[in-house]
């Protein structure tokens, strides 16, 4: 099992920048990818961000050039970068995981909020 949690969400104004971390636990030894989606009132959830454990990243269209996905493997933790935000952005962010045999974790989500 892996467990997954979020912080870092909050209340920002257009054109801010947050950073989210996801820390995760358990058996952590078989992530191959880690990343972020995204869920807003009414929409369904996208993709954000991935990384895998080799390090390849792929970003949504719509955070190119804005976010920014790492991870950190000596802290078990990757972390999403967020500038330039928009009120667009608005949702609640979810990290999750994926493990050598497919399967996938995810954690509680923290709640970004743009203000326009």
């Known amino acids: 099992q892996v467990q997954l949690v979020e912080s870092g969400g909050g209340l920002v104004e257009t054109g801010g920048s947050l950073r989210l971390s996801c820390v995760a636990s358990?058996?952590?030894?078989?992530?191959?990818?880690m990343g972020w989606y995204r869920q807003a009132p009414g929409k369904q959830r996208e993709l954000v961000a991935t990384?895998?454990?080799?390090?390849?990243?792929n970003y949504a269209d719509s955070v190119k050039g804005r976010f920014t996905i790492s991870r950190d493997n000596a802290e078990n933790t990757v972390y999403l970068q967020m500038n330039s935000l928009q009120p667009e952005d608005t949702a609640v962010y979810c990290c999750?995981?994926?493990?050598?045999?497919?399967?996938?974790?995810w954690g509680q989500g923290t709640q970004v909020t743009v203000s326009s």
């Open positions: 990384i895998t454990s080799g390090g390849s990243i």
């Open positions: 358990g058996s952590i030894f078989s992530l191959n990818l």
């Open positions: 999750n995981a994926k493990n050598s045999i497919a399967k996938w974790y």
